[in-house]
């Protein structure tokens, strides 16, 4: 019995359609990070068509975090917030789809670069209707330029790690292991866009739009895969 279900596993993971390997139901950690970003993203879309200025917790939260703490810590700000910039989520979109490929996940590969590639243009494009002006100059501890609503480093950053965790799940046996990659992808977002804040290129209210949009685009993602897995069986 042992050795039928080694010899059946192989290929599940490779054709892909399989429920057994990773199931159909949304992921809990998924589905609870997926609601609160819909109610966020509700409130700072109505929030934003009243003022398309800082808000006031906007201003507290800026000035209480932004390059507290020693010098080190800065330091280690501005190498976390690198990990959500355009070089680095193109080199890990690259190496997780070649990876992805290697394994004969040809499918969850595809779905990545698809989710990534309009994400990210859809992110950038969301900055050009918005165009909010980014905090003050002389607050920024780095040098950016372009708009701020909504972070294009929390936004992306969510679309390309919560996404490839939200679709490894699918074809990852073992509930433990799949919530545990959700969560150190949701800690990574999460580590990325405090870094905005802190080094003062962004409102905290730019990076909760920003892990909001990349959270549901994750989520519907793991949809349109859920839908188009079963059709590989046929």
């Known amino acids: 019995m042992t050795n039928n279900v080694a010899s059946i596993a192989p290929t599940l993971t490779a054709a892909e359609p399989a429920q057994e390997v990773g199931g159909w ?24 068509m009243l003022s398309r200025h800082a808000f006031e917790f906007d201003l507290a939260i800026s000035n209480a975090l932004r390059g507290s703490g020693p ?3 800065r330091h280690a700000m501005a190498d976390v917030t690198a990990l959500g910039g355009g070089t680095v989520l193109t080199i890990v979109t ?10 004969r996940l040809a499918l969850t590969a595809g779905m990545v670069a698809a989710a990534v590639i309009t994400g990210t243009a859809s992110s950038n494009l969301l900055k050009l209707v918005f165009q909010r ?12 330029s372009g708009d701020s609503f909504p972070s294009g480093h929390a936004a992306n950053s969510a679309l390309v790690y919560l996404t490839l965790a ?15 990659v ?7 977002v999460g580590a ?17 739009a920003g892990w909001s949009y990349g959270t549901l685009w ?17």
């Open 25 to 48: 139901h949304l992921p809990s950690v998924l589905r609870a990070a997926g609601l609160c970003a819909g109610a966020i993203a509700l409130l700072l879309l109505i929030g934003f």
């Open 71 to 73: 010098a080190w810590l």
């Open 94 to 103: 690259i190496g997780a789809v070649a990876l992805l490929v290697a394994q």
């Open 133 to 144: 002006p980014r905090p003050p100059i002389a607050d920024r501890l780095i040098q950016v």
């Open 166 to 180: 939200a679709l490894v799940t699918q074809v990852t046996p073992g509930r433990a292991t799949r919530s545990t």
């Open 182 to 188: 959700l969560m150190l992808a949701i800690i990574l």
């Open 192 to 208: 990325i866009g405090t870094s905005r804040v802190y080094l003062g290129v962004h409102w905290p209210s730019d990076v909760l």
């Open 218 to 234: 994750a989520i519907g993602w793991w949809q349109i895969a859920r839908r188009t897995r079963p059709l590989l069986s046929r």
